[in-house]
Structures are given as structure tokens and as C-alpha cells.
């Protein structure tokens, strides 16, 4: 069954260091999401993006971050500058039918990264 | 705006008996909602999702959950439990005006005993 696959599985970074996060979606997928799990706290919304431009944002998702698609079969997610507070479980999701809510969102493993 | 609330952030059964995971929703417009769950050391899996077609929903693995309006309830159910059902829940609402983020709760531990 396909699947999304995301790399690194765990990140380790010095405050203030760039870091990007690596995601492969679905081959046929359309759209593309990040969220956040802090530990101990909810999943959050971050980001999700369509057609190579952002569709929709959190106020989460602030100018120390971006997403891009370098190419047919990667979604990444940078961090700038990265703060003490960005440590969290970092999961990329996508889905297909870009038109329709209620679509079925399918998430990768997640990336930790942990910021020292 | 939408929320999610999960009551239970720990809930403990033997195996064999039910599984009662509750979540409430809010939502100023028709939801679409979703249960997904975290083994360890994986990402969120699809258990079911309820897209305004019937209200009782079959998942995988023997859940289902029933969507009551009148509640804004959408609680995830399972008759008997198995030791291999032990993971973390989570319940997520979206809506239709186009907004296609997710709003999760903050999760059910299921632990299931001998």
C-alpha cells in the first residue's frame, strides 16, 4: 500500500541552525500538509499546499517558515532560525481530490527534531 | 472555529471487554470528522472518518463510531478489546466550507491489561 514517507526520523539541531524536513507523499496525491506535535500537547495544523503555492496557514506557520516542492516527489519543510520551542514531532501528510473537504489525510512517520 | 475534545487522555480496559473512547466536537458548520491512531513509533492511521453519509461508521480493526448530532458527539467504539489495539487515539474534525486543515484533539492513550 502506498505510503508517506518522511526523512530524517529524528533531527538533532543547535538554536538558531536551519533545518529542512524531508517528505515523500503519495505518488498521485495533490495536496500536501505539515502539523506539529509538541510533546504532550495536540497535533497542530501548520501548513498545506497545492498547485506549488500555500493554500492555507496557521498562525503557527510564521515567516521562520517555508515549504517547498524542488521537484515531482518531494515536500519540504525549512526552518530558518530554529528556536528551543520548534522541538516537536514534525508529520507531513497528503491527500488526493483537492476539492473536496472531508478528503482522507494520509501522514508519514513523523520527524522529531529536537533543538539544543 | 472549530475545536475537538477528547475526554480521557488515559483510558485502561481488560482485554475482551469494550472500548469506549470519547469525542465531542464543535463546529458552526457540518463537520466531517476523523478518528486516527499512533502506534508507537508510527504516524497517524486512519480508523474511520464520517463524511455526512451514514451515521454509524465501520472502521478497520473492529471500531466504529456513530455521529449524534444532537451531542456533537462522534465516540469511537470497539465490542471487544485486543492487546494489539493498545496505542494513542486522536479524533479530528474539518468542515466543508473548504478549510481543509485538520483540528485534533489531544489524544486517548488506550492501554489494554491481560
Known amino acids: 500500500e502506498p505510503e508517506v514517507t518522511q526523512t530524517p526520523s529524528h533531527q538533532v539541531t543547535q538554536m538558531g541552525q536551519e533545518v529542512i524536513l524531508r517528505c515523500v507523499p503519495i505518488s498521485n496525491h495533490l495536496y500536501f500538509y505539515w502539523y506539529r506535535q509538541i510533546l504532550g500537547q495536540k497535533v497542530e495544523f501548520l501548513v498545506s499546499f497545492y498547485n506549488n503555492e500555500i493554500s492555507e496557514k496557521s498562525e503557527i506557520f510564521d515567516d521562520q517558515f517555508s515549504v517547498e516542492r524542488p521537484d515531482g516527489s518531494n515536500f519540504t519543510l525549512k526552518i530558518r532560525s530554529t528556536k528551543l520551542e520548534d522541538s516537536a514531532m514534525y508529520f507531513c501528510a497528503s491527500s488526493e481530490v483537492p476539492g473536496v473537504a472531508g478528503v482522507t489525510q494520509y501522514f508519514g512517520p513523523g520527524t522529531r527534531l529536537t533543538v539544543l | ?114
Open chain 2, 1 to 114: 472555529a472549530q475545536s475537538v475534545t477528547q475526554l480521557g487522555s488515559h483510558v485502561s480496559v481488560s482485554e475482551g471487554a469494550l472500548v469506549l473512547l470519547r469525542c465531542n466536537y464543535s463546529s458552526s458548520v457540518p463537520p466531517y470528522l476523523f478518528w486516527y491512531v499512533q502506534y508507537p513509533n508510527q504516524g497517524l492511521q486512519l480508523l474511520l472518518k464520517y463524511t455526512s453519509a451514514a451515521t454509524l461508521v465501520k472502521g478497520i480493526n473492529g471500531f466504529e463510531a456513530e455521529f449524534k448530532k444532537s451531542e456533537t458527539s462522534f465516540h469511537l467504539t470497539k465490542p471487544s478489546a485486543h492487546m494489539s489495539d493498545a496505542a494513542e487515539y486522536f479524533c479530528a474534525v474539518s468542515d466543508d466550507t473548504g478549510r481543509r486543515a485538520l483540528t485534533f484533539g489531544s489524544g486517548t492513550r488506550l492501554q489494554v491489561q491481560p
